[in-house]
């Protein structure tokens, strides 16, 4: 571990952080990545046009900042025989990727790269196991901000015997009510297995030992799909770790996702974040799917990243990316905790349900309470918030209430209040003081 690095015991007991130099790392990554709109079919002008557009609409003053080449930039014939180092597609990138990077930054942002924790990337092209040292350096050289580093591929000589129970990679056969695994699934690892000296998690740490090593600070993130027991590690060894398998435009995937993730919330703070995969958001859901789907993931305390065309922004999806309360929410700088679920809603507490996941949101901000109301059914339903039920509210307390998504002052309010929420949509409110009474705040 380089002099500049350190590793930060954080107020939640369960959080331990990788500290980097200039605050990298410390508040949830904000930026657009080319996978989820582009795949493979990517140049040097897609990546300089998303940079332009993260300015030209305001989603750079916003705090978008990083702009992230994914998977199919290298050469795919292999590396440079004489030094050993992965080599740009020209023909992608005309000026290197350092000169990708040099207008990028010319531009006031930062850029990302990509590579797998295997002998190739997941689209087949040069990977970095074994090459962490000079591969680290030769992104440092190129002025890369942010490592996006994949799992596929995997030597067999650093596969893992067993595994965590993850519900992506067990049958449902197996699982119990609450997500858990029955002693007689396949391949589970035996109680009080230490998943921080597992192969997969020393892959990940060679790496990011490695990018530590460099003199320029890379915002490392880890896309190892949730497995070995992540949860138990991935914030000492980065600022990000992947929860689970890659996310798609089925609404049905999203609510999946968020519903794992809910069980990781108590490792999330400064400097550590679980990282239930880019946004969909601009990719065909609806306006109410896509402002649960950001909502939630803003709540969670996720890295937000954009992952549509910004070519083809409409407004409405423009204006949920650039959602001034949830993003302040997002990137507080007082308060590292994210908001968690106060009620399950439709289920018992607790409930493992990809259809029907926690439904009453809360999270305490440096800005007041934010509540959020998320209605998982086909049809509008009027959802309420109940002070009662809420931490840090007292029941008798007035309250002034901000509806979020249309900035409304919806005035001071006593014992709760209640919306229509459409289908698959989420009502955000925040929650402060009400100016004409003592604190209610306990």
């Not at 050993?84 to 531009?107: C, E, K, S, W």
């Not at 993850?166 to 695994?181: E, K, R, V």
């Amino acid at each position: 571990m380089s002099f500049h690095t350190k590793l930060l015991l954080l107020f939640a007991p369960s959080v331990l952080g990788l500290v980097q130099p200039n605050g990298v790392g410390r508040l949830p990554a904000l930026g657009w990545n080319s996978w989820n709109a582009f795949n493979c079919d990517i140049d040097e002008d897609k990546f300089l046009t998303a940079a332009q557009k993260l300015k030209d609409l305001g989603l750079a003053d916003a705090g978008y900042e990083y702009v992230n080449i994914d998977d199919c930039w290298s050469n795919k014939d292999g590396r440079d025989s004489t030094t050993g180092r992965l080599l740009p597609n020209t023909t992608r990138f005309p000026d290197g990727i350092n000169g990708t990077a040099a207008q990028v930054h010319a531009m006031g942002l930062k850029i990302g790269i990509y590579s797998s924790a295997g002998t190739y990337a997941c689209a087949g092209y040069p990977a970095s196991i074994g090459n962490e040292t000079i591969d680290a350096q030769t992104w440092a050289e190129w002025g890369i901000d942010y490592l996006k580093y994949d799992n596929c591929n995997i030597p067999s000589n650093w596969s893992d015997t067993c595994n965590a129970c993850h519900p992506d990679y067990i049958d449902s056969q197996y699982l119990t009510a609450n997500g858990t695994c029955l002693p007689n699934t396949p391949n589970l690892c035996p109680s009080g297995y230490d998943y921080s000296q597992s192969n997969t998690a020393e892959r990940y740490r060679i790496m990011g030992e490695a990018l530590q090593a460099q003199n320029r600070t890379i915002l490392y993130s880890l896309c190892e799909w949730g497995t070995a027991g992540v949860e138990t590690w991935g914030n000492n060894t980065a600022a990000s770790w992947r929860m689970s398998n890659d996310i798609n435009t089925s609404w049905a995937r999203i609510l999946n996702i968020l519903n794992q993730n809910v069980f990781n919330l108590d490792y999330v703070n400064f400097w550590g974040h679980p990282d239930p995969d880019m946004l969909e958001v601009g990719n065909g859901l609806t306006l109410q799917q896509s402002r649960t789907h950001f909502a939630l993931w803003a709540a969670m305390k996720s890295p937000l990243l954009i992952g549509t065309d910004l070519d083809n922004l409409d407004n409405d999806t423009l204006s949920i990316l650039k959602n001034p309360y949830l993003l302040a929410f997002n990137q507080d700088d007082t308060i590292g905790e994210p908001a968690k679920p106060y009620s399950w809603g439709t289920n018992p507490d607790w409930t493992f349900n990809d259809t029907f996941p926690a439904e009453f949101w809360s999270g305490n901000s440096s800005n007041g309470t934010l509540v959020l109301l998320f209605n998982p059914y086909p049809n509008t339903l009027v959802k309420e918030a109940v002070w009662a039920d809420i931490p840090g509210l007292m029941a008798n307390g007035t309250y002034k209430v901000v509806e979020v998504w249309n900035d409304v002052d919806l005035g001071c309010q006593s014992g709760g209040i209640g919306l229509e929420v459409n289908a698959n949509d989420t009502a955000v409110f925040l929650i402060q003081d009400c100016p004409s009474a003592t604190s209610n705040l306990i």
